[in-house]
């Protein structure tokens, strides 16, 4: 990495994680209130683009979704090019409109992956060539309308494999998706925390998107090394507002794309103004240009990084009670509003935890290490323990009934004081930032989305419930010490039996 780069000085991204912490004294001094008349759009509208309605009768796959949530290679000899039915699929069920609830307020269209708030301030933008039904582009998905729209007509690949330093995967991809995300969007209700969001969010569509992949027997691999400026370019991204996060090749042919053409046009497409008013935090900003990759050669740089973290070793999920497609639990999964106090058993939690390890960054360690509360598991004793991923096994830390410490963990909410186990996400961000520097963070971040959401999805599967919580960072940190002293806290996931099936 170059030593001057921004990436490279990360005293950035400590300073980002310190200053959104949350404690209990921080929420309570919080003036912050949500300005409803003000709330932003969830949304990206182009006004002038013409709508290209996707098929909405894509059937089905026959896969059972534990196998689609732990897939790490889908073992595809030579050339496999999604068609546009595929494509379809996969935005489906990554980020289209799954349900719709009333409420006295007015009406929120879910998706089909977890988003804090519900706020959904994800896009998904479709990078590809010549697809059997699709002609090569540059579009963008509109859940609203379940449709693409032309941002650019041709082949822009090249672009993607430039940005990316030539990723092996990027260049022979027919179709890549970019995740963007909107900071106003978030932030509105999180604040300077949105760009953990960010992450969070991002990562539990992308849980999704690499199950449905695994599902139609797709190559797909999540990449996050690229030269930010020239994929926001791409996209014509107002990159005050919003930036690329991160990008999933899809499929493989022999074919290299062709050339960068010399420039990339600005195109400035109007699009309907997200509310009447944004509140800027710059600290989103910050963060985002100290974690931005500026050249290519820095982006090969990044990729080559040698690490000292250890990656997980494979571990066969047992696959017992999964007995529902993939598509099929994306469409009932929902947060748990509550949970019964009534334990899983033992081989529910290892199912769990088995599938959703898998299969994240292929070959490569997991940044983040995973920390449970067990209230009431069959077969275990409660306590705190850490999950060994070599092993496998829980390792117990301390034995103990929890559940108040649990539930003032996970911001003072019922929810993991209830359920049956919670997982901790703690990360040791000096050893992920030494090697990583500040894009380290985004992917540290990343990665607990998609852990979290693979854990959504493989509980569903189970016919368990879970939610995604926040919390109390330092107190998490000082539960699970000494063993997590050099740990931070980055995610929380609540797991048990919902109140209400869904
Ligand atoms: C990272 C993350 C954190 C969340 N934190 C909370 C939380 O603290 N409290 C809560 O009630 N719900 C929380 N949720 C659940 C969201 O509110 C929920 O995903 C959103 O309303 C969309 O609904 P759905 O998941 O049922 O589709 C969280 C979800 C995620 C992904």
Same mark, same amino acid.
């Given at each position: 990495?170059?030593?001057?780069?921004?990436?490279?000085?990360?005293?950035?991204?400590?300073?980002?994680?310190?200053?959104?912490?949350?404690?209990?004294?921080?929420?309570?001094?919080?003036?912050?209130?949500?300005?409803?008349?003000?709330?932003?759009?969830?949304l990206?509208?182009?006004?002038?683009?013409?709508?290209?309605?996707?098929?909405?009768?894509?059937?089905?796959t026959?896969?059972?979704?534990?196998?689609?949530?732990?897939?790490?290679?889908?073992?595809?000899?030579?050339?496999?090019?999604?068609?546009?039915?595929?494509?379809?699929? *996969?935005?489906?069920?990554? /980020?289209? #409109?799954?349900?719709?609830? %009333? $409420?006295?307020?007015?009406?929120?269209?879910? @998706? &089909?992956?977890?988003?804090?708030?519900?706020l959904?301030?994800?896009?998904?933008?479709?990078?590809?060539?010549d697809?059997?039904?699709?002609?090569?582009?540059?579009?963008?998905?509109?859940?609203?309308?379940?449709?693409?729209?032309?941002?650019?007509?041709?082949?822009y690949?090249?672009?993607?494999?430039?940005?990316?330093?030539?990723e092996?995967? *990027?260049?022979?991809?027919? /179709?890549? #998706?970019?995740?963007?995300? %909107? $900071?106003?969007?978030?932030?509105?209700?999180? @604040? &300077?925390?949105?760009?953990?969001?960010?992450?969070?969010?991002?990562?539990?569509i992308?849980?999704?998107?690499?199950?449905?992949?695994?599902?139609?027997?797709?190559?797909?691999?999540?990449?996050?090394?690229?030269?930010?400026?020239?994929?926001?370019?791409?996209?014509?991204?107002?990159t005050?507002r919003?930036v690329?996060?991160?990008?999933?090749?899809?499929?493989?042919?022999?074919?290299?794309?062709?050339?960068?053409?010399?420039?990339?046009?600005?195109?400035?497409?109007?699009?309907?103004?997200?509310?009447?008013?944004?509140?800027?935090?710059?600290?989103?900003?910050e963060?985002?240009?100290?974690?931005?990759?500026?050249?290519a050669?820095?982006?090969?740089?990044?990729?080559?990084?040698?690490?000292?973290?250890q990656?997980?070793?494979?571990?066969p999920?047992?696959?017992?009670?999964?007995?529902?497609?993939?598509?099929?639990?994306?469409?009932?999964?929902?947060?748990?509003?509550?949970?019964?106090?009534?334990?899983?058993t033992?081989?529910?939690?290892?199912a769990i935890?088995?599938?959703?390890?898998?299969?994240?960054?292929?070959?490569?360690?997991?940044?983040?290490?995973?920390?449970?509360?067990?209230?009431?598991?069959?077969?275990?004793?409660?306590?705190a323990?850490f999950?060994?991923?070599?092993?496998?096994?829980?390792?117990?830390?301390?034995?103990?009934?929890?559940?108040?410490e649990?539930?003032?963990?996970?911001?003072?909410?019922?929810?993991?004081?209830?359920?049956?186990?919670d997982?901790?996400?703690?990360?040791?961000?000096?050893?992920?930032?030494?090697?990583?520097?500040?894009?380290?963070?985004?992917?540290?971040?990343?990665?607990?989305?998609?852990?979290g959401?693979k854990?959504?999805?493989?509980?569903?599967?189970?016919?368990?419930?879970?939610?995604?919580?926040?919390?109390?960072?330092?107190?998490?940190?000082?539960?699970?010490?000494?063993?997590?002293?050099?740990?931070?806290?980055?995610?929380?996931?609540?797991?048990?039996?919902?109140?209400k099936?869904?």
């Amino acid at each position: 990495m170059p030593p001057n780069s921004a990436n490279r000085d990360t005293s950035r991204a400590w300073a980002y994680h310190e200053a959104t912490k949350h404690s209990e004294w921080s929420i309570q001094s919080s003036r912050h209130y949500l300005d409803w008349a003000n709330q932003p759009l969830p949304l990206k509208i182009y006004t002038t683009l013409t709508p290209i309605p996707l098929p909405r009768d894509a059937d089905q796959t026959g896969i059972s979704a534990l196998s689609a949530v732990s897939a790490t290679d889908i073992g595809v000899e030579g050339e496999r090019i999604p068609t546009l039915a595929d494509l379809t699929r *996969i935005l489906y069920f990554s /980020a289209g #409109i799954t349900k719709k609830r %009333t $409420y006295p307020g007015g009406e929120i269209y879910f @998706r &089909a992956a977890s988003c804090t708030g519900a706020l959904y301030e994800f896009e998904l933008y479709v990078i590809c060539t010549d697809l059997p039904g699709l002609r090569a582009g540059v579009y963008h998905f509109g859940p609203g309308d379940f449709a693409l729209r032309l941002l650019r007509d041709g082949d822009y690949r090249g672009v993607l494999a430039a940005a990316s330093a030539r990723e092996e995967s *990027i260049v022979h991809a027919p /179709a890549t #998706i970019v995740c963007t995300g %909107t $900071y106003w969007r978030n932030s509105w209700k999180y @604040r &300077a925390r949105t760009y953990r969001h960010f992450g969070w969010d991002n990562g539990t569509i992308l849980a999704n998107m690499l199950a449905m992949n695994a599902a139609l027997q797709i190559p797909a691999k999540p990449v996050l090394g690229f030269v930010d400026s020239e994929v926001n370019q791409l996209l014509d991204l107002d990159t005050e507002r919003e930036v690329a996060f991160s990008m999933v090749s899809m499929g493989r042919m022999n074919n290299e794309p062709p050339e960068r053409p010399p420039e990339v046009s600005k195109l400035s497409f109007p699009t309907v103004p997200l509310s009447q008013n944004e509140v800027d935090y710059p600290e989103l900003r910050e963060i985002h240009a100290a974690s931005s990759l500026v050249s290519a050669e820095e982006v090969y740089q990044w990729r080559m990084q040698p690490t000292a973290l250890q990656g997980p070793t494979p571990h066969p999920p047992a696959l017992s009670g999964s007995d529902s497609t993939i598509a099929q639990v994306i469409l009932r999964r929902g947060s748990t509003r509550k949970f019964k106090r009534t334990s899983i058993t033992q081989e529910q939690l290892f199912a769990i935890l088995k599938a959703s390890t898998q299969g994240i960054w292929p070959g490569l360690p997991l940044l983040n290490d995973l920390y449970l509360i067990i209230n009431s598991v069959d077969d275990i004793s409660p306590g705190a323990y850490f999950y060994n991923h070599e092993t496998g096994q829980l390792e117990c830390l301390k034995e103990g009934a929890f559940r108040h410490e649990a539930r003032h963990l996970g911001l003072q909410q019922d929810l993991p004081g209830d359920a049956a186990a919670d997982i901790f996400f703690l990360a040791n961000l000096d050893e992920i930032l030494e090697p990583f520097g500040n894009r380290g963070y985004r992917a540290v971040q990343l990665e607990a989305g998609i852990l979290g959401g693979k854990m959504y999805l493989a509980a569903y599967a189970l016919h368990l419930g879970a939610t995604g919580l926040t919390f109390f960072d330092d107190d998490v940190t000082s539960f699970f010490s000494p063993h997590a002293k050099e740990k931070s806290a980055i995610f929380l996931l609540a797991l048990g039996h919902a109140e209400k099936i869904r």
